[in-house]
């Protein structure tokens, strides 16, 4: 054992296998955040409640610290780390779309997957059955603490991100300390690791080129998880506007070009530091604008064919766009709550990314008026689930997978990630999306401009404007037909195949 007086949870939590906590409601909410199994031995007020209540729901196990023996102690530690099951069920979002590349790889019967990450995946992939190589990363916030731009981190300046152009700038920069530090402080590990395992391919699933990745020799392909519109971090194209401003494709070229030379004006020095420390430690070097190089062997991205941008920008034959990579247990869906089984009116899916559902007053805003509405809802209500209560055409959770509400719901109301946007088309599923930040802004406008959702402003868009936009979209047939052909398409056009074709390819 080693301890401290005072312990910071958040510290704690992403390397972890198991807590053992009395079950104070923000400790069970950070661990559920975390995705990591617990042991609740409560002692007195909301901790017996909140020790009743994941006892309950099956997720976790419930202790009296005075009365439960040593063996009883001892068996709940092996019985809770061991217990498969509990540990996809507080599996922490996803790995973006690499646990669906592994399982896809896996299931050919030729590929072992093995995974290198953070202590915070650990439980979901190895539930999953993949082995696990743990490394160390660098924690974002620790990273920009000294920056002037931190506190757009902040909950309450959530809402800034919404203008564009300025925070935009201002979190490029937050983002380029971030990376400087990752480059140099994670590429030990991952050096390490490869020289360990020796792969026959690696899949980097990172926003930054790793020099002992691409020095290594072995065939390597680049993932990348945003719109496909912020491919022009490692392929610019000065044909399209530049990423995660949220511009129409059309807009005028002086203005795009206006808009390029700000971000880049406020960035140069800070890039130009970047690009050395990189190139130190190895790295090739950047063109301007780049964030990242290519990979020579294969470059992955995901987006729907509908949403992609090749009909303005062809890429190279070397980048490969995917519809959507189906993760196992898809096909378990939620069963509907009791106290909407019985209400009339369609079933809707509020569910926004944690950064932006950690804005409890957004939340509040949307709740009070969806409560207005003839329909029901599904919410997943973020890390600060206990700060605001769900009106009673509602219910929720601190998260809700979409995996599980797509094939049963109607409409989904999202603020855009492009992982949420992807399997809702799989579903076939109509959508308004309110982005607020980053790639969601892109998403959104190109959701727009090929008619297959409607996109509002979260902050700014009237009662009566939501409330008409969700029935609008509802009663759009032309809308619902074109959306079926879509998730028609994608579901039988073989992802899987082409993956495996393109990593076939690779391993000789």
């Known amino acids: 054992m080693w301890g401290e007086r005072s312990v910071p949870s958040h510290k704690v939590l992403p390397i972890i296998d198991l807590i053992i906590t009395s079950g104070h409601n923000n400790n069970v909410s950070e661990t559920m955040y975390f995705g990591k199994p617990m042991i609740v031995m409560p002692v007195w007020l909301d901790q017996l409640d909140a020790a009743q209540r994941v006892a309950e729901k099956g997720l976790g196990v419930r202790l009296n610290p005075y009365e439960c023996s040593e063996n009883e102690l001892l068996d709940s530690i092996d019985s809770v780390l061991n217990d498969k099951i509990l540990a996809q069920k507080l599996a922490k979002g996803q790995v973006h779309g690499s ?30 059955g993949f082995d696990v190589k743990l490394m160390e990363s660098v924690d974002f916030n620790d990273a920009i603490k000294d920056s002037l731009d931190s506190s757009l981190m902040d909950p309450k300046n959530t809402k800034t991100f919404a203008k564009s152009l300025e925070p935009t700038s201002r979190i490029n ?70 990423s995660y401003l949220g511009l129409p494709t059309n807009t005028e070229r002086e203005m795009k070009e206006k808009y390029r030379q700000q971000l880049w004006e406020r960035n140069i020095d800070l890039w130009y530091k970047y690009r050395d420390e990189l190139m130190a430690i190895g790295c090739p070097p950047l063109y301007e604008f780049q964030y990242w190089s290519p990979s020579p062997y294969a470059n992955f991205y995901l987006a729907p064919k509908e949403l992609d941008y090749t009909d303005i920008r062809p ?65 997943s209500k973020g890390l600060k689930h206990n700060e605001y209560e769900l009106a009673d055409n509602m219910w ?29 088309m799989y579903f076939g599923k ?41 029935d609008s979209v509802l009663n759009d047939k032309i809308l619902a037909q074109k959306l079926a052909k879509v998730s028609q398409r994608v579901q039988s056009e073989g992802n899987s195949e082409k993956l495996v074709k393109i990593v076939n390819k690779l391993i000789k």
């Open 315 to 379: 890429l190279p034959d070397t980048f490969h766009g995917f519809d959507c990579f189906k993760r196992s247990g898809s096909e378990d869906t939620l069963e509907i709550p009791d106290n909407l089984k019985n209400r009339s009116g369609k079933l809707i899916f509020l569910s926004f990314d944690m950064f932006v559902s950690r804005d409890v007053e957004l939340m509040k805003r949307l709740v009070a008026i969806l409560s207005k509405s003839k329909h029901r809802f599904i919410v």
């Open 396 to 424: 929720g959770e601190i998260s809700v997978s979409p995996h599980k509400v797509l094939p049963i719901i109607d409409l989904i109301i999202t603020s855009g990630h492009n992982n949420h946007v992807s399997e809702t």
């Open 99 to 128: 646990v669906g590349m592994a399982e896809i790889l896996r299931d050919t019967g030729r590929y072992n997957c093995v995974f290198a990450v953070n202590g915070v995946w650990k439980a979901l992939l190895e539930s999953k």
């Open 430 to 470: 109509p959508m308004i999306v309110m982005p607020v930040w980053f790639d969601q802004l892109d998403t959104a406008q190109r959701v727009v401009e090929k008619g297959l959702g409607v996109r509002l402003n979260p902050y700014e868009c009237s009662e009566n404007e939501l409330l008409d936009s969700i």
């Open 173 to 242: 920069t937050l983002f380029l300390k971030y990376f400087i530090r990752e480059a140099k402080e994670t590429d030990p590990y991952v050096k390490t690791i490869i020289e360990d395992l020796k792969p026959d391919l690696i899949i980097s699933d990172h926003f930054i080129n790793y020099p002992s990745i691409v020095k290594s020799g072995i065939p390597w392909i680049f993932s990348w998880n945003d719109s496909a519109l912020s491919l022009d971090l490692g392929y610019p194209d000065k044909r399209l506007p530049p």
